[in-house]
Antibody, heavy 122, light 109 residues
Framework: QLHLQESGPGLVKPSETLSLTCTVS??????????WGWIRQPPGKGLECIGT???????YYNPSLKSRVTISVDTSKNQFSLKLSSVTVADTAVYYCARRSRSQNSAYFDYWGQGTLVTVSS | SSELTQDPAVSVALGQTVRITCQGD??????ASWYQQKPGQAPVLVIY???NRPSGIPDRFSGSSSGNTASLTITGAQAEDEADYYC????????????FGGGTKLTVL
């Protein structure tokens, strides 16, 4: 059974960089069949895909966040990471990591981490 | 367009059938996927592809699509189906591969 677990600070100061890591267990992050993604959900609001990465390092970023986002992968540790720079209170959210199928006709996330709340506050 | 539109709230009587819809230009090209999210929990995939259910998802959940509209149907809604439901699909704009709808709050009366 695949398991994803987010880790990182729960509190980040405004203008600093948010850093999270997702550790994948029960399967290989180097599978050719999947992308790995970060999705966030501000309190009381909907889901927003931040971006995805393939094990080769190829990335896709949400255009609204692209200038501040870096997603990277470490296949030796079976992990992928998120960095979001210059954060503001608007970046306060639950951050999820998830696995996305490489289906040509859809974009479904079939396994999700439990999520981690990141609060931006001084 | 990079948007998927959902009704904010829908209600259904216990045991009745409810349809939750998702509209967007990308749905003319790509299938929608559907997620159920209960308070304080991560989303759970309930429908993907043309009409596929992951293991463990009850068969009262089904999916369909017509034109720019995808639908999630719950046949015989149960109390435990009360949740937020989100659709998503690939994005046709070329800017970003994934887009989510705004979510629908389902109340089971």
């Amino acid at each position: 059974q695949l398991h994803l677990q987010e880790s990182g600070p729960g509190l980040v100061k405004p203008s600093e960089t948010l850093s999270l890591t997702c550790t994948v267990s029960g399967g290989s992050i180097s599978s050719s069949s999947y992308y790995w993604g970060w999705i966030r959900q501000p309190p009381g609001k909907g889901l927003e895909c931040i971006g995805t990465i393939y094990y080769s390092g190829s990335t896709y970023y949400n255009p609204s966040l692209k200038s501040r986002v870096t997603i990277s992968v470490d296949t030796s540790k079976n992990q992928f990471s998120l960095k979001l720079s210059s954060v503001t209170v608007a970046d306060t959210a639950v951050y999820y990591c998830a696995r996305r199928s490489r289906s040509q006709n859809s974009a479904y996330f079939d396994y999700w981490g439990q999520g981690t709340l990141v609060t931006v506050s001084s | 367009s990079s948007e998927l539109t959902q009704d904010p709230a829908v209600s259904v009587a216990l045991g009745q059938t409810v349809r939750i819809t998702c509209q967007g230009d990308s749905l003319r090209t790509y299938y929608a996927s559907w997620y159920q999210q209960k308070p304080g929990q991560a989303p759970v995939l309930v429908i993907y592809g043309k009409d596929n259910r992951p293991s463990g998802i009850p068969d009262r959940f089904s999916g369909s699509s017509s034109g720019n509209t995808a639908s999630l149907t719950i046949t015989g809604a149960q109390a435990e189906d009360e949740a937020d439901y989100y659709c998503n699909s690939r994005d046709t704009s070329g800017n970003h591969p994934v887009v989510f709808g705004g979510g629908t709050k389902l109340t089971v009366l």
